[in-house]
């Protein structure tokens, strides 16, 4: 008798194709290899196959060089700026790429320059900050009108932005409706090596808080005011000094070192006189003590005698404040310290600046106590 081989009650592990039937685990066995296949198909990592490793060729949408196609917004691929911008580098517009000017080229910039771009040049190293508008003022009032001075100043400030000579913030005065007449401006890589001084320390820019460029913008203000002041009065601003080269020290009763720190330091000459100013420019975010302690160092400094000796007299302190009240309370908190002299500080509001230089402001001058002795 033939023994015949025992039916295995186990299903095999593929599936049957005998006419249409097919069995369970075999139906599951093959949604199983059908997921694993269609994962080859999508996935990047290695595969293993019976005669070896594979691995899957990369998509040609990834390997592919992108295009302007691939990019939502207009204008194709994105220029510097807008890569910049993506970054979040929302201050300086410096140039890309940051390439070294070498010593060569720095000696044929120096040459190529015109008297009146040396003056664009000091004038950005001396207060730091600018706008069109006050390099405007400053430097190009031979023009028939103002939007033709406007033009030349920006045909010379965008040449010596190509040459690295200045640069510009992209925050600005006004906001962007106001184009680029509205750009704040400082020194440049190439611009700072030609206006440094021999054995002057490098000057770097910082991405500058608001306080603080509001505060110089107000000095470089005030002293485009004082020349237009000048020009338009016989007079000359024969000195002008700006931080830190205003400051001025000395020595303390106890015998300690200070400092004594203006903003602005002038001298307005006329043809008989000359008049010496400290200029302090206030925007309303000191506290009141703190100016209190600000014009008790102007005394003290006074007391020393040394600005009478460089001098021959001690040099006015003019406060320009913010608003008619800041003047109101500064004024009579000088009036009730005994310490401090009335005569030698005056306080206006910026509308009262220029007349109170020209000496020709009735309520400019602080009007000193009856019965207060000087110190």
């Given at each position: 008798m033939a023994l015949r081989p025992r039916k295995s009650s186990r299903n095999p592990p593929w599936p049957t194709t005998s006419g249409t039937r097919t069995s369970r685990s075999g139906a599951r066995n093959g949604a199983r290899n059908d997921r694993s296949r269609r994962g080859d198909e999508v996935s990047d990592r290695p595969t293993v196959h019976l005669h070896g490793f594979r691995t899957k060729r990369p998509s040609s949408r990834r390997s592919r060089i992108r295009t302007g196609a691939d990019y939502p917004a207009s204008g194709g691929i994105p220029n510097a700026e807008q890569r910049r911008r993506r970054r979040g580098q929302r201050m300086s517009l410096h140039h890309a790429p940051d390439r070294r000017i070498s010593a060569s080229e720095l000696?044929?910039?120096?040459?190529?320059?015109?008297?009146?771009?040396?003056?664009?040049?000091?004038?950005?190293?001396?207060?730091?900050?600018?706008?069109?508008?006050?390099?405007?003022?400053?430097y190009f009032v031979d023009h028939t009108s103002q939007d033709a001075a406007t033009r030349a100043t920006l045909r010379v400030l965008d040449r010596l932005f190509e040459h690295r000579l200045i640069t510009r913030l992209e925050r600005r005065v006004g906001g962007y409706p106001h184009g680029s007449a509205a750009y704040i401006w400082h020194l440049d890589a190439a611009g700072e090596r030609?206006?440094?001084?021999?054995?002057?320390?490098?000057?770097?820019?910082?991405?500058?808080?608001?306080?603080?460029?509001?505060?110089?913008?107000?000095?470089?203000?005030?002293?485009?005011?004082?020349?237009?002041?000048?020009?338009?009065?016989?007079?000359?601003v024969s000195r002008l000094d700006v931080e830190p080269d205003s400051w001025r020290s000395f020595l303390t009763p106890q015998g300690g070192k200070a400092i004594l720190k203006p903003d602005l330091f002038a001298t307005v000459s006329s043809a008989d006189y000359d008049d010496h100013w400290y200029i302090e420019i206030d925007r309303g975010t000191e506290t009141l003590p703190v100016l209190l302690?600000?014009?008790?160092?102007?005394?003290?400094?006074?007391?020393?005698?040394?600005?009478?000796?460089?001098?021959?007299?001690?040099?006015?302190?003019?406060?320009?404040?913010?608003?008619?009240?800041?003047?109101?309370?500064?004024?009579?908190?000088?009036?009730?310290?005994?310490?401090?002299?009335?005569?030698?500080?005056?306080?206006?509001?910026?509308?009262?600046?220029?007349?109170?230089?020209r000496n020709q402001s009735d309520d400019a001058s602080s009007v000193a106590t009856p019965g207060k002795e000087e110190p």
């Open positions: 000696t044929r910039l120096r040459g190529a320059l015109s008297s009146r771009d040396w003056h664009v040049l000091r004038f950005l190293a001396q207060f730091r900050y600018a706008s069109t508008g006050q390099i405007r003022r400053r030609l206006t440094r001084t021999k054995d002057a320390p490098r000057r770097r820019y910082a991405d500058p808080a608001w306080p603080f460029l509001e505060h110089t913008l107000q000095i470089t203000e005030t002293a485009v005011q004082l020349h237009e002041l000048a020009a338009s009065n016989d007079l000359e302690t600000q014009c008790r160092a102007y005394a003290a400094y006074r007391r020393t005698g040394r600005a009478r000796a460089e001098h021959g007299v001690f040099p006015r302190v003019l406060w320009v404040l913010p608003t008619q009240r800041r003047v109101a309370r500064l004024q009579a908190a000088i009036a009730a310290d005994p310490d401090l002299p009335e005569r030698i500080f005056t306080c206006v509001t910026p509308e009262k600046f220029a007349a109170t230089i």
